[in-house]
């Protein structure tokens, strides 16, 4: 059986940032990019978003132009966490509840606790959120996401305000909560390692063009 695309981008351009006649991304997989800083990485995920939209060209999310797409819908199934993301005010329950809130949902103490656990956060719910550090904070976010019934994480480099060991923890448990939820997983990495790795797919963009393998 061949595997669903879930984004196509088919000749997007955008500025001088990216570059791609023709990219897909499958369901069900996941897909690592590297490449120099600037080279527009982060520019492709905020394009699969809809945070930004493409001078030229199109991206289809399956089978269906984004831009057709409500964007706010769209970003309910296809999540981004940001290489700095956001701390909100309050306590970490409060931080993992807050997306969830958006969505009229809610989630017992038990779940939150075995999100924080996945991502070897060992801090209590009611801990000020505001006083954690970098990599704590990347944790949270990780946490917050797997809360949340999604389709597709997109994540820009996770893993990078973390030392070694606990990157290569964090990352396992990101991708075996992908794998074990059936969801697609499209991450940049500074690590070829964690590239080759983890990813079914891997392309290195630089000077905003793609090509496959690193």
């Not at 527009?40 to 999310?61: A, C, H, Q, W």
């Amino acid at each position: 059986m061949t595997a669903e695309p879930l984004f196509h981008v088919k000749n997007v351009r955008y500025k001088k940032a990216l570059s791609v006649d023709n990219l897909t991304i499958t369901a069900g997989n996941i897909t690592c990019l590297v490449g120099k800083s600037g080279g527009g990485k982060t520019t492709l995920l905020r394009l699969l978003n809809k945070m930004i939209s493409p001078d030229t060209g199109e991206v289809f999310y399956r089978g269906t132009p984004l831009s057709t797409l409500d964007s706010v819908a769209h970003r309910r199934r296809v999540v981004m966490l940001h290489q700095k993301p956001y701390v909100f005010p309050g306590t970490i329950r409060d931080n993992l509840l807050r997306p969830l809130t958006f969505r009229s949902e809610h989630a017992e103490d038990a779940t939150l606790l075995a999100a924080l656990k996945r991502v070897s956060l060992d801090k209590a719910l009611d801990t000020d959120a505001e006083t954690l550090s970098g990599g704590e904070a990347q944790r949270l976010a990780l946490a917050r996401l797997m809360v949340l019934d999604v389709e597709c994480v997109l994540l820009d480099e996770p893993s990078s305000a973390l030392d070694e060991a606990t990157e290569s923890d964090v990352i396992n448990a990101v991708v075996s909560y992908v794998k074990t939820h059936a969801l697609t997983l499209v991450m940049i990495t500074h690590s070829k390692t964690i590239a080759q790795q983890h990813g079914d797919a891997v392309y290195t963009i630089n000077n905003g063009h793609i090509k496959e393998g690193t």
